[in-house]
């Protein structure tokens, strides 16, 4: 439960690290992107936390949250890279 938390912790911090900086004006279509992925990741998040023994509702949040990521590559590096990498690659029980 107690990763549960932490993951989704983790996963708000970069969706709004994401909105923040997703307001480019040199490419408004990454920026639309962005929020739409950003719009999934915390509606797959609000079903996965209501059920957090899911395993559906939990391998649904982390391919939002990675189609998040993907969507917005120049936001994430280094670190924030590295620990979405790990969550992401964390198995659902």
Known sequence: MKNLFNGVKIAALFV???????????????????????????????AYASDPTSTAKCEAYKSAVNSFFKSCP????????????????????
């Open 16 to 46: 709004a690290m994401g909105l923040a900086f997703s307001c480019s004006k040199s490419d408004p279509v990454a920026a639309t992107s962005c929020e739409k992925n950003a719009e999934k990741v915390s509606e797959a998040g609000t």
């Open 74 to 93: 120049a936001y994430y590096s280094g670190a924030a890279k590295d620990a979405l990498d790990e969550f992401l690659k964390t198995p659902c029980n």
